[in-house]
Structures are given as structure tokens and as C-alpha cells.
């Protein structure tokens, strides 16, 4: 099963901001669509990055009033790791092992084309390994 | 597998705020220890609620600055599912996929004994069901 399957199953709607928003308008598309995690892209649809509610929490350390209109800029993580439709389950359930993220943006020719989350991986590892188990059973039993 | 075995595992550091703390205080330890939550507690460690990141961006809606001096009590999911250490993975996965939740404190005698997150929950039943299937193909094979 690739990335293509999961976005035919749950669609290529992603929620972003534009890359010259500010802080206040990332929070109102997390919280209007209770998300957690907007892409970063230009007017192009070119994926400038991608921002996270921990990145806004993180950003609030210092106890700046002045969090709401900073720019997403600088708060999101700057071009982040993507994947294209071809790549795997697996191979995006490494990626996201191996560097502790969520999420990972869908690229296609340049341009944002859906976004993955561990949550998408997970149900389908989990169905895929079942399914997998239950062949085994019926071939035993039968 | 249950969750007293997880706890086993994992071990029972729950990162904690006290009810009359404010959420500067709750955005030191998520940033500290890097967590997306805390589970708020009472001077006799018996829980009053689990305040998460989201809790705090949905908060932020109004563009208050006084965000930061807010009680944790006016952000966090007072009184939150909890689970005891008999519970098993299944029943944990289906109270979290049915409430749409990400964390389940664990209690023990009225209080606070660890907390079981659905990244420990996947983790364990991806290798449960892995190994099973692994077991029927060596009993094809053999």
C-alpha cells in the first residue's frame, strides 16, 4: 500500500497558511478545523514549511504578548521532509521513526498534493498486519 | 498485555502541574520535557484534569495575552477518562478511538500512577500482531 492509496481513501485536503500570515491566523485554521498541524506554503503552493500547535507552544516560552502577530515564519519548522504518492507505508513510517514526526507533506511536481499523518500509517499498519494474520488463520483452518 | 506491563516497561514519570498553577507554569514543563501534555493534580497527587497543547491553542482564540497567567484549571479537560493498571491494550485502544483521545492517566487507589499514551498503545499492538502472524507463517512452515 502506498501514500496514492491513503489519499484516494481520505482525500488531499490540507489545511495551510500563507507564508507572510501571522501566528493568530495559523490558530484560527487549527482551531476552526481542530487540527493540529497547518502546512506552511507561497502563493504558488509550494510548501515553505510546516507548523505545528507545539511549535506555537515552544515559541511561548518567553511569554511574548506579542506571539499572536508573529509571523508563521517564525515559528513553523522550514522545509520540512516530504514524501511523493509512490512512497510506502513503510517507508513513511521509517522517515517518521526515524526523525519523531507526525506529519509529512505530499509533494507532486512541486507542489503540495495532501499530507500524512502517523495516524493515517498506523491504522493501516495495523489492518494490513491483521488481515495478514487472519489469511494465515484461514489457511491453517482450512 | 495490559497496562500494568506497558508501565513495566515505560515506567510510571507522569509530568505533573498543581491545580493553582497558571499555564506559564504548564508551558515550562511541555517545553521542558518536551510533552504535549500534563495531567493537573491536586497537593495529594489525585487528578483534577490532563491540560494538553491543544488545550492551550484552542485557549487562544480571543488573542488574550493574559493567556500566560490564565489557571490551568480555565484551560485543561477537568476530570479526564482515566484507566486502572488491569486494563488491557484493546480496552485502552477502544476507549481512545471511541472518545477521540490521545492519553489515559492511570489510577491506583485514588491517585495518579502513570499515564498510557496511543503512541505506547500502537506500538504494542503492531508488535503484538506482527508476532502473531510471524508465528503462523513458522507453523505453515513447519
Known amino acids: ?49 510546516i507548523l505545528s500547535e507545539r511549535d506555537i507552544i515552544r515559541k511561548m516560552e518567553d511569554h511574548s504578548a506579542s506571539i499572536y502577530v508573529a509571523p508563521v515564519k517564525s515559528c513553523m519548522t522550514a522545509d520540512p521532509l516530504t514524501c ?29 498534493a495532501g499530507l500524512i499523518s502517523i495516524g493515517d500509517i498506523v491504522k493501516r499498519k495495523i489492518e494490513i498486519t491483521e488481515q495478514e494474520a487472519s489469511a494465515l488463520r484461514d489457511y491453517i483452518a482450512g
Chains 1, 2 share one sequence.
Do not use: C
Not at 485536503?13 to 507561497?42: F, P
Open 1 to 49: 500500500m502506498s501514500v496514492k492509496n491513503i489519499l484516494n481513501e481520505k482525500g488531499n485536503l490540507v489545511y495551510t497558511v500563507l507564508i507572510d500570515q501571522k501566528i493568530n491566523d495559523a490558530i484560527e485554521v487549527l482551531n476552526s478545523h481542530n487540527i493540529g498541524v497547518v502546512v506552511v506554503v507561497d502563493k504558488d503552493n509550494r510548501i515553505k514549511g
Open 84 to 112: 511523493t504518492k509512490d512512497a510506502t507505508i513503510d517507508e513513511v513510517m521509517n522517515i517518521m521513526t526515524k526523525y519523531k514526526i507526525r506529519h509529512l507533506p505530499v509533494i507532486e511536481e512541486n507542489r503540495l
